[in-house]
């Protein structure tokens, strides 16, 4: 089997991700830092892995580490061992910790956070709005950043004033170019100002979902204050990351298929299969790390080895031919049915899947129905991905707003 080594500088994701499926459905890849593990690529094998009780999430699992070849200064050690969490665990440890955080991120709980959504969007159209007008624009940065990190932070209870340093540490976090002797203090800041928050929240409780978890863990139900703190830190991780990309890919699938756009700003085209249509055909998540065979694995024609990594690699599998038919390789916003996986399936579904969706199917409408005329600034070939394996994640999104809906000639 030829190993794949995944580029550290995302210069070429979709070819990669045909790379992998061709492979076949297994295959073995280096992660950068000379790392080597195996990639589900396929749909179907996929969907068996995420729920056969044989891949699980205990590292010590895992043969390189338990031989010592994992260093901690590895720009990946926080996406491979963050700490325990409901990340990290399975079965009934498992289920402890992730019963909270699903009880707060309910359809119908999340249903409620729609008033809040619609003021934060309006309040991040109205500064769109206020920018000098014809001069490119950031979406990423000006729109689409701020408000799922608005939105993530309300319900964990952070407060805005600690953003700028979320941002600064989570860019170190996720991306492969941070240096290794900068990983350890890294992690090790992480840990600090989520502590605070958390000592913050313990001194005065708010109702937020920190507080909550807190509360939890004093009247019973054990958490302890390391699974408190990686839980919150795990939380504002998937809770803004993801739904930036979302937007940010959503804008650029229009953008590069007009007649679509075109069905969607006259209503022929609804807003839910353009989100979910790009969550299948350029998902926010190329990689997710990592899970561990407990014994060998048949997967297709191949072997997951006992004590080996896998990675769940979305961005190969949600083009799969062998689920999606040969048109798996086209935007297509009118697909149905489109039953992708990009939230992850099985026991560690993403809790917050109902929350991204929310929040895309609100600020996504009435961006386009504030500026309808808006397009990419450069050519779709100039945007850049940032040094991150596991996100599919642009630099920035520059674009032309166009005149606001009602202040046209």
Known sequence: MTRIALDPFVTDLDG???ALRAAGPLAEVELPGGVHVYAVTRHAEARALLTD???????????????????????????????????TVDGA?????????????????????RA??????????????????????????????????????ELMGVDAADHPRLKELFEKFFSTQTPPEEVPQMMADLGTLFTKIVDSKRANPGDDLTSALIAASEDGDHLSDEEIVNTLQLIIAAGHETTISLIVNVVEALATHPE???????????????????????????????????????????????GEGLIVSFGALGRDEEQYGPTAGEFDATRTPNRHIAFGHGPHICPGAALSRL?????????????????????????????????????????????????GT
């Not at 999430?57 to 070849?69: F, P, S």
């Not at 996100?391 to 606001?404: F, K």
Request: charged fraction near 25%.
């Open 260 to 306: 679509q756009r075109k069905k969607v700003l006259n209503g022929e085209i609804g807003w839910d299969g353009v989100i979910e249509e790009t969550l299948r055909w350029n998902t926010p998540t190329s990689h997710v790390l990592i899970r561990f065979a407990t014994e060998d694995i048949e997967v297709g024609d191949k072997v997951l080895p006992k």
């Open 93 to 113: 440890d498992h289920r402890r910790l992730r019963t909270l955080v699903a009880q707060a991120l309910t359809v119908k709980r999340v249903e409620r956070l």
């Open 359 to 407: 929040e895309a199917g609100i600020a996504l409408p009435a961006l386009y129905e504030r500026f309808p005329e808006l397009d990419l600034a450069v050519p779709a070939s100039e945007l850049r991905n940032k040094p991150i394996v596991t996100q599919n994640d642009l630099h920035e999104l520059p674009v032309e707003l166009g005149c606001p809906f009602g202040h």
């Open 53 to 87: 009780s044989r891949v699980v999430k205990d590292i010590n699992v895992w043969n390189a580490w338990q031989r010592g070849e994992i260093p901690m200064d590895w720009p990946l050690i926080g996406l491979a061992n963050p700490g325990r969490s409901m990340l």
């Open 16 to 18: 990669e991700s045909a």
């Open 116 to 153: 809040g959504i619609e003021a934060l969007t309006n309040a991040s159209l109205e500064k769109l709005a206020a920018l000098p007008a014809g001069a490119p624009v950031d979406l990423k940065a000006e729109f689409a950043y701020p408000l799922p990190m608005n939105v993530i932070s």
